[in-house]
């Protein structure tokens, strides 16, 4: 009983941490550094119990099995950027807001989801550094890498 809710306990703040929605395998390595003996099987199950409990929602981005983010951040209307480099999910704030102009006419948006993918910061700085070894020529090097000036939040409206 103890244990099982020092797992869970864990589990939740493994989460609340990363700040991200986390897949059951990330989690697992996250809650590993304070529950050393705990398995893939009790993640699979202390997630069902917490999904049950309403404590994370699941966040199943197209084609992606389920990653598990807090309820509270959940409930507070956001996206998502999926790295396509190093297979991560974060929190992006921002939202293009209404979508009104999108739809056919006479359609009536309820709700819209969005992801963007790309590369993280991490996985971006990592593929500029190996790509570009030579620093002799910045202004070509900068010119030549248009994605490097993706913005690191969207903007708000
Ligand atoms: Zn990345
Ligand atoms: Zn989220
Ligand atoms: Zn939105």
Redesign the pocket.
């Known amino acids: 009983m103890e244990r099982s809710t020092r797992q869970r306990t864990a589990i939740r703040a493994a989460i609340e941490a990363a700040a991200?929605?986390l897949s059951p395998h990330e989690i697992l390595d996250a809650v590993r550094v304070t529950v050393p003996e705990i398995g893939i099987a009790t993640i699979y199950r202390n997630l069902k119990l917490l999904l049950g409990e309403g404590e994370l929602q699941a966040?199943t981005l197209p084609g992606e099995n389920p990653r598990y983010?807090t309820s509270h951040?959940?409930h507070h209307h956001?996206?998502?950027f999926h790295c396509v480099a190093c297979d991560r999910?974060f929190?992006v704030e921002g939202c293009p807001g209404r979508m009104d102009d999108l739809a056919p006419a006479g359609f009536v948006i309820d709700r819209h989801e969005l992801t963007l993918y790309g590369e993280c910061a991490e996985c971006a700085a990592k593929r500029k550094g190996k790509a570009a070894p030579d620093a002799a020529a910045p202004v070509a090097t900068s010119a030549a890498t248009p994605a490097a000036k993706r913005p690191a939040r969207a903007h708000k409206h």
Do not use: D, G, N, Q
Request: no cysteine; net charge negative; proline share 9%.
């Open positions: 991200r929605p966040v983010e951040a959940a956001h996206h998502h999910v929190e």
